[in-house]
């Protein structure tokens, strides 16, 4: 599984280059999937990209991308190790020119998620982590630094980050009432637009948690192993172990997770 880490961390470089350029030219096609949920050429054009370079390397992989669905890559049997992508997270922050946008691939073997790489095209961190072997940062002139979730241990003093969609979209009436249950037990809440780098960041110790009502397996799989790799709890809203078919997401510090499973218990899937 290391070749592939490296084929990842090396995609997402490559994402990033792509989508810097982009994001400088503030000239988008759009295609609008739902009620203010975007899709872009880049979004388009950086999936193909990776579904190219892996079907090159590992043929035989399949590839679970956002934008194009479920594939074999190239005419190689299968070899049971799925990618799963999501190219350009936070779409509707990129066409806006809000600076918050990442690239998210996780690959998975034997049913389990065994690396995660995220990246933030725009400062050109990149955050990568591998099944037993720990989560770490990645930044140009830097030696790589390793991730710890942070020490929070109480939900009323925790910075926490969230999801919640846009009024236009038919689920927001069902997800505002959990989200406001957090807001009002949380220290501070924060809906930045792109899932993948809040879990990163909670990685980093830089939000104390996170949760969302429905968050697809491209923006979760990758950030939840880094969050357990550094040290920290993801679940379902149940408490259990089944966020990436439920699409219900819990992470944070062990404390934190465990105090806003608590209140999310009611809504489970």
Not at 108 to 132: C, D, H, M, W, Y
Request: glycine share 10%.
């Amino acid at each position: 599984m290391n070749t592939r880490l490296q084929l990842a961390r090396e995609l997402a470089h490559e994402a990033s280059d792509e989508i810097a350029r982009a994001f400088a030219c503030r000239d988008h096609a759009l295609t609008e999937k739902s009620g203010n949920d975007f899709a872009t050429e880049t979004d388009k054009s950086v999936e193909v990209h990776i579904a190219r370079r892996v079907a090159q390397a590992f043929p035989g992989d399949r590839l679970l991308g956002e934008e194009g669905g479920e594939q074999l890559l190239g005419s190689a049997p299968e070899t049971g190790v799925r990618w799963i992508v999501d190219p350009l997270d936070g779409t509707f922050n990129f066409v806006h020119g809000f600076p918050y946008v990442a690239t998210s691939i996780a690959i998975e073997a034997n049913g389990e998620i065994q690396v995660g790489v995220i990246a933030n095209p725009l400062t050109r961190e990149i955050f990568s982590a591998g099944k037993g072997f720990g989560a770490w940062r990645h930044r140009p002139g830097h030696a790589p630094e390793p991730l710890a979730v942070s020490k929070a241990a109480r939900l009323d003093k925790a910075l926490v980050g969230s999801v919640l969609p846009s009024a236009a979209n038919a689920s927001f009436e069902t997800v505002l009432p959990a989200w406001l249950d957090i807001a009002r037990a949380s220290g501070s809440i924060r809906r930045t637009g792109a899932a993948a780098l809040d879990l990163a960041h909670v990685a980093a110790g830089q939000l104390d948690g996170f949760f969302v009502m429905s968050l697809a397996s491209w923006d979760a799989a990758a950030g939840a192993l880094l969050v357990r790799e550094a040290g920290g709890l993801v679940c379902d809203f149940a408490g259990g172990d089944d966020f990436l078919r439920t699409n219900q997401v819990i992470a944070g510090t062990r404390d934190v997770a465990m105090q806003m499973a608590q209140i999310l218990r009611p809504y489970a899937a």
